[in-house]
């Protein structure tokens, strides 16, 4: 199919100092929680963004030294010539399909306890470090700053010898040791690197040039600067100390790489910000240098992209999470298929890799983070083997994935969902606040179902064990979901709360389906700890309901901590009036209230209530697969080879979790026998 030639723009090579991007998509640094401690891992899902047509493919955050080690967090290396293997594997994958490789040298500064190498943090100023460690900094003198410049041209020119080919110098997110010199809050100095702008931003310039002077003739030098920390006078904005910095240094690198900081500012999830959502921010960059420009906003549409570039806002599309969703982005809208596009749906599931410290997952795309491991392709999957035909009972996100996987595999797939609509727990929850792009994970799936002649999809379609045996299929998966229980069992309470069988209990699938309390006030008790308590909430205040929510946690929807949204989901709720009572127990609910238990032994209280809105845990429907597996001997004589029930039919978790489930049951089915080692993993001298 041709492209679009609305879209040709986004195909044009772009300089960048010393080296042409092919086109102007850009993968910007983004973590994934494999960094050193999983290369392979890592080289290979950064090849595979390269091979979707990406032109710039970056690594994470690369820590220069000793002195700025972030454990537990695992990301890049590059202390000495021993981390240089692991980063020649992603140049070689990246190399492989035309890109160029991109590494985010970083010293952390403040924002690094040293728990491993323990060395002694230093900074701009004596100062906590940025973590909850009883740990201070010590401030820099001069010695120390000409051993940090000395250190980040070093490790540039390791990095050049390992073969990238634009390497950073960053001051973003609040965490890297320049950005603490630009910042008036944590700059007390009164030497010639602190006071005026011009003095804190110094040691941002030394190492510009530093860098571009050690690695310029063959590598672009590339800056990465949040230019507004959303903060108002406090920070850097794009009105004043951020715009100073680009009058300063506007013409010094070969390419600026701006953004937003906080992280979780700059990575803001779809509850919360829309595609674009940067752009009043750094729209104003590209005014002062003559530079490429490259910015983020969760880009997924090739409208908006050509939009930024000829509004003169971008030079380059930048993304993380987009690039994490779909890899073969850039190639899809190349090759005239932007249908195709696997559109992220802005939950960061991918961020909670970082912080629980393991290889990332996608909801959207359940290969990542498997491109090595298990030589999963995001576009790619193996024909099937044979000419068995497979019955999938259940259209939420498992089934939906495991027809599509299936039918791309060249499967006779038979989809039957008992309602008329298809999507599953999907449907329900996008209608809640906030979380309307989550319907990308059905839409998505069926816009690719819809090509598949070889799958025929049956909707109000009501199985029984009897029907499923007559159906004929030799394969039968089974992905009726689940539901939340109503009698408050769950992390808390391994028994039912006193009161919560009364009718004035209701569940999330309830307040989903429309089924409110008659009267309030409503108290919605969260043991769940993700993003469904909170949204519940909201949900219910927006009814005009006086909403509590109850948590055992310190913060309501605490979990969410490892997606970034546990600051702007508690001030969101606070702002529409909901009362949090957090580090608490419901003890029971009585007519009028419920009896509260503080979880640290404080004194027993009350608070008013006439329901009460049970988010616990939830109970797999799988009493049709118990009931297919009870009677193997009619399986038998059915001609029914396998029965398995999979996502939350098999076990109650995320939406990326039953993605994933269908996709590798998909994968898996009559696949070739395990190889010897079936989980295959990192071992130190594959690198060494």
């Known amino acids: 199919m041709a492209r679009d030639p609305r879209y040709d723009l986004l195909f044009e090579p772009v300089r960048i100092g010393p080296v042409t991007a092919r086109n102007r998509f850009y993968q910007v640094p983004h973590c994934n929680g494999m960094g050193h401690g999983h290369p392979h891992a890592h080289a290979k899902m950064r090849e595979t963004k390269a091979e979707g047509g990406w032109a710039v493919v970056c690594t994470e955050e690369a820590s220069i030294h000793v002195s700025s080690d972030i454990s537990p967090y695992v990301e890049a290396r590059i202390w000495d010539d021993h981390d240089l293997p692991a980063l020649e594997l992603m140049c070689e994958g990246v190399h492989r399909h035309g890109a160029l490789a991109g590494i985010e040298l970083v010293h952390k500064g403040p924002s690094c306890a040293n728990l491993y190498t323990r060395e002694t943090p230093w900074g701009p100023s004596h100062q906590p470090v940025n973590s909850y460690d009883p740990i201070q900094v010590r401030a820099m003198d001069r010695a ?176 993380a999470r987009p690039s994490i969703a779909d890899p073969f982005l850039p190639k899809k809208i190349e090759e005239g298929r932007p249908e195709d596009i696997r559109e992220c749906i802005g939950c960061n599931i991918c961020v909670s890799g970082d912080f629980l410290i393991t290889p990332y997952r996608c909801t959207q795309n359940p290969t990542q983070g498997e491109e090595w491991r298990k030589g999963w392709h995001p576009e790619i999957i193996q024909a099937k083997a044979s000419v068995a035909s497979v019955l999938v009972v259940g259209a939420g996100p498992a089934g939906l994935e495991a027809a599509r996987a299936l039918g791309q595999r060249g499967y006779a797939v038979h989809l039957a969902e008992a309602t008329e609509e298809l999507g599953g727990r999907v449907n329900r929850e996008a209608k809640l606040p906030g979380l309307a792009e989550w319907a990308r994970v059905r839409d998505w799936r069926l816009g690719q179902i819809e090509k598949l002649p070889n799958v025929e999809i049956y909707r109000a379609s009501r199985l029984a064990a009897a029907e499923i045996r007559e159906f004929g299929a030799a394969h039968v998966v089974i992905a009726t979901g689940s539901a939340w229980r109503r009698d408050g069992v769950g992390r808390a309470h391994s028994r039912a709360i006193p009161g919560f069988e009364r009718p004035e209990v209701f569940t999330p699938d309830d307040i989903m389906a429309g089924k409110l309390p008659a009267r309030g006030p409503v108290v919605v008790y969260d043991d769940d700890h993700y993003y469904m308590g909170g949204v519940i909430a909201e949900k219910l205040r927006q009814a005009g309901f006086e909403v509590a929510l109850v948590t055992g946690a310190d913060t309501a929807s605490a979990w969410t901590a490892n997606t970034l949204e546990i600051k702007p989901i508690q001030k969101r709720l606070i702002a529409a009036g909901i009362t949090l009572l957090v580090k608490q127990e419901i003890a029971a609910f009585r007519r009028d209230h419920v009896a509260l238990a503080c979880v640290y032994g404080g004194p027993a209280t009350t608070h008013p209530c006439n329901a009460v809105v049970t988010v616990t845990a939830r109970l797999p429907e799988d009493a049709l697969y118990r009931e297919l597996v009870a009677d193997k001997a009619a399986l038998d004589e059915a001609g029914i080879r396998s029965v398995q029930a999979i996502g939350d039919c098999w076990a109650p978790a995320t939406i990326a979790l039953a993605v994933y489930a269908g996709h590798r049951y998909a994968r898996e089915l009559e696949a070739p026998v395990a190889p010897a080692v079936p989980f295959r993993r990192e071992l130190p001298r594959e690198v060494v």
């Open 144 to 319: 120390d700053i000409r051993n940090m410049r000395h250190w980040h041209r070093e490790a540039a020119l390791r990095a050049k010898r390992a073969g990238f080919d634009v390497i950073y110098v960053y001051a973003g997110h609040d965490i890297s040791l320049p950005m603490h010199f630009l910042q008036r809050r944590r700059n007390e100095r009164t030497d010639e690197y602190g006071g005026s702008i011009e003095n804190r931003a110094r040691l941002f310039r030394e190492l510009i040039e530093e860098t571009k002077d050690a690695v310029g003739d063959r590598c672009a030098v590339v800056v990465r600067l949040a230019v507004d920390e959303l903060m108002g006078p406090e920070g850097l904005t794009s009105e004043t100390e951020g715009r100073e910095v680009l009058e300063l240094l506007g013409e010094l690198p070969d390419l600026w790489d701006v953004n937003i900081s906080s992280w979780y500012n700059d990575s803001q999830t779809s509850r919360f910000a829309k595609e674009g959502f940067q752009e009043p921010y750094t729209a104003f960059v590209k005014k002062l240098t003559t530079k490429p420009v490259v910015g983020v906003g969760r880009f997924t549409s090739p409208d908006t992209m050509v939009s930024q570039i000829k509004r003169g806002v971008l030079d380059m599309i930048g993304a």
